[in-house]
């Protein structure tokens, strides 16, 4: 597809029913409870503890963005297609009485007309559902100040296979028009033993959509990422394929993750529990000669 066939593919989707999808008192409620950057992304937490300005793009339901404002109490930006997802993430951030300190707005990335730098640019989850990743990539990097941080998450060419795999017989079916309602439900009750931990329905449903039929979405590796990194002047500095741990040659992780499809095969063929093939990479961009 196109990348603006891709787009608005996408739009429809996530309007539909966007991901991550939970009640305003419940996402408040989370939000409140405890730091989820912190818990799972430690070089994100560090990033953002010393920050002053942060855009997440593909934000959703506001889930980071409302956190970063928050927790960090950092000026926070979101950006997302989904005109439901952004109107749930200003409900939430209202809730939690931060709206002076956040702003989402409903725009594609690719048309997103935004003159301000950020200390933190993220998209976590979001750019290996564009038409044009590398594309994607560059535009978010452009948003990164002097001395600011690209932060990426996605989908893992090796870690994503199993899942995929599992699923592949309706991830077909949706994609060809020909999912029915029992086919549906059939792959919902596949993913949610999986899953073994929601209990909210439209959250469940919103997080199998997302990871089972999607209309459209791109694998990748570090290597990869590296190669796109680079080309816009920018070098990977922490990545969770190696538990975010100091590294003297990112050539040496390129043989690291290939086993991240055995990591994934074990969890969900295995011990049948979710995994959904997913890592981060923290970028800074080069310093000049």
Request: glycine residues 8%.
């Amino acid at each position: 597809m196109a990348q603006d066939a891709v787009t608005a593919a996408v739009t429809r989707f996530y309007e539909e029913l966007p991901f991550n999808y939970r009640t305003v008192a419940e996402g408040a409620a989370i939000v409140k409870s405890r730091n989820q950057v912190e818990e799972a992304y430690a070089d994100l937490h560090r990033v953002l503890s010393g920050a002053e300005s942060v855009i997440d793009i593909g934000c959703g339901a506001g889930w980071f963005v409302n956190t970063c404002a928050f927790h960090y109490r950092l000026p926070s930006v979101g950006v997302d297609l989904s005109a439901k997802a952004i109107a749930r993430a200003r409900e939430i951030s209202a809730e939690l009485g931060i709206s002076d300190r956040t702003e989402f707005r409903q725009c594609d990335l690719f048309r997103l007309e935004e003159p301000r730098r950020f200390d933190v640019v993220t998209s976590i989850g979001a750019l290996h559902h564009t038409g044009d990743f590398a594309g994607a990539v560059e535009v978010a990097g452009g948003l990164v100040g002097t001395g600011g941080a690209l932060y990426l998450g996605l989908y893992h060419a090796y870690g994503r296979k199993p899942l995929l795999e599992l699923f592949q017989r309706y991830r077909d079916l949706s994609h060809e028009g020909r999912l029915t309602p029992a086919d549906f439900d059939e792959a919902l009750g596949i993913y949610s033993e999986l899953d073994g931990k929601s209990t909210d329905p439209t959250f469940l449903r919103s997080w199998f959509r997302d990871q089972v039929i999607h209309p459209h979405e791109t694998q990748h590796t570090l290597s990869d990422v590296r190669d796109v990194l680079s080309g816009i002047e920018f070098e990977i500095v922490s990545t969770s394929i190696n538990r975010y741990e100091p590294f003297a040659r990112i050539e040496d992780l390129f043989e690291l993750e290939r086993e991240y499809e055995e990591r994934a095969r074990q969890r969900i063929f295995v011990e049948r529990t979710y995994f959904p093939g997913f890592f981060t990479t923290l970028a800074r961009r080069r310093a000049a000669e």
